[in-house]
């Protein structure tokens, strides 16, 4: 009987050993509102009561980020005395809402606490036009210019991320309208307070355009239900998904083979002239034309037919409006966009010079 109360009397000295001391914080969240970045770094206090029997201290305090310093005594504070720890943070550079946390640790095994902060950093001017240098208007600004996709298979879904500021002084409801059927967008948050970030995400769906190639459009951005902020251009190239073709399918793919890599048009004067060239399809399947394509104004092309079966061929035509090319000379490149795995994008090079 005496082991067994012997045996008890450990097990309660080691749950109050392992209970540790007992702190009580009069706050653990601190919300310093709207703070403009000029004023430079700012404090608040967080204090403490030592509700046990013995003495802590503080014995280590992490903040999650550098623009976040603890400051505390590491002196025992006895039962029943009230300490602090004061959180600085530094807005320079960090326009928008933000949340810090302060990991406090204790001696005598008590319970280790964060501590947070909150706040909007209303950004100067010269960190805002720094992270945002795109005006949209006297409401938002953006981080860039346009949107851009990059290159995506047909088929596939992809977001991308554009983010954006609230440089006004009131609430807006940022939207986006005169979309591409191909693209959609959220707006997260879809209420921003004066000084805060926000975020477009604009997905592009491939399947919802038959284009292939370079895909150039634009998207209106509003700041509310007022006028309209600006107008921003997306870019996009689809491309044709080959990852699926068996060994045999490949071996019997459509292969584009053109009658020459260039046209030249000599001398242009103020009319519109014509040339062609011959495409042939030397593979086993039929050659399938998806798009014929120029970046270059006053250029236009038309093909004979679309599909193109084994050993049968097509006439691609290219006209050229003079009065719509910059400059003395014709230099651009036409874009003959197929289903051939090996060359899905075969480039024509047109060459000229104009008489003005």
């Known amino acids: 009987m005496k082991s067994f109360r012997s045996f008890i009397a450990l097990i309660a000295l080691a749950l109050a050993f392992t209970a540790g001391a007992q702190i009580h914080w009069l706050e653990t969240t601190h919300n310093f509102g709207a703070i403009d970045e000029s004023v430079g770094p700012v404090d608040c206090i967080f204090k ?13 305090a992490h903040a999650s980020c550098g623009c976040t310093s603890p400051k505390y005594s590491r002196d025992a504070v006895a ?10 943070y530094d807005p320079a550079g960090r326009p928008g809402k933000f949340t810090k946390t302060v990991a406090v640790e204790f001696s005598n095994n008590a319970p280790r606490t964060k501590l947070y902060i909150t706040g909007t950093v209303v950004g100067s001017e010269s960190t805002v036009a720094q992270r945002y240098p795109v005006d949209c208007s006297d409401k938002i600004k953006l981080s860039r210019g346009a ?4 290159e995506i298979l047909k088929g596939q879904t992809r977001p991308v991320f554009l983010e954006a500021y609230n ?20 707006v997260t948050p879809d209420t921003v307070p004066p ?16 284009l292939y190639g370079v895909l150039n459009d634009s998207v209106t951005v509003l700041a509310d239900n007022g006028a309209p902020a600006c107008t921003i251009p ?17 071996q019997k793919a459509p292969v584009i083979t053109p009658d020459t890599k260039s046209l030249d048009f000599g001398q242009l ?4 002239a014509q040339m062609s060239c011959t495409i042939t399809n030397t593979g086993k399947t039929a050659l399938k034309i998806r798009r014929l394509y120029s970046a270059e104004p006053g250029v236009y092309a038309k093909i004979s037919t679309e599909t193109i079966k084994p050993g049968k061929t097509a006439t691609v035509t290219v006209d050229i409006n003079p009065a719509q090319i910059p400059g003395n ?12 795995p090996t060359n899905p994008i075969t480039n024509l090079r047109l060459v000229g010079e104009i008489k003005r």
Do not use: C
């Not at 986006?176 to 959609?184: A, D, G, Q, R, S």
């Not at 000379?329 to 051939?340: E, G, H, V, W, Y």
């Open 234 to 250: 997306t870019v996009a190239i689809v491309k044709e998904d080959f990852s699926k073709l068996t060994p045999k399918e490949l």
């Open 329 to 340: 000379i014709l230099n651009a490149r036409l874009q003959i966009i197929s289903n051939d």
């Open 147 to 150: 949107v851009m996709f990059g």
């Open 167 to 186: 440089r006004s002084t009131s609430t807006i409801q940022p939207r986006v309208e005169n979309l591409p059927p191909y693209i959609t967008v959220d």
């Open 269 to 272: 004067s103020a009319n519109t």
């Open 79 to 88: 039962p029943g005395d009230t300490a602090a720890i004061t959180v600085t």
């Open 195 to 210: 000084g805060q970030q926000f975020t477009y995400i604009f997905y592009i769906h491939s399947s919802k355009t038959p």
């Open 48 to 60: 403490f009561v030592n509700t046990s029997s013995e003495p802590v201290s503080i014995v280590r």
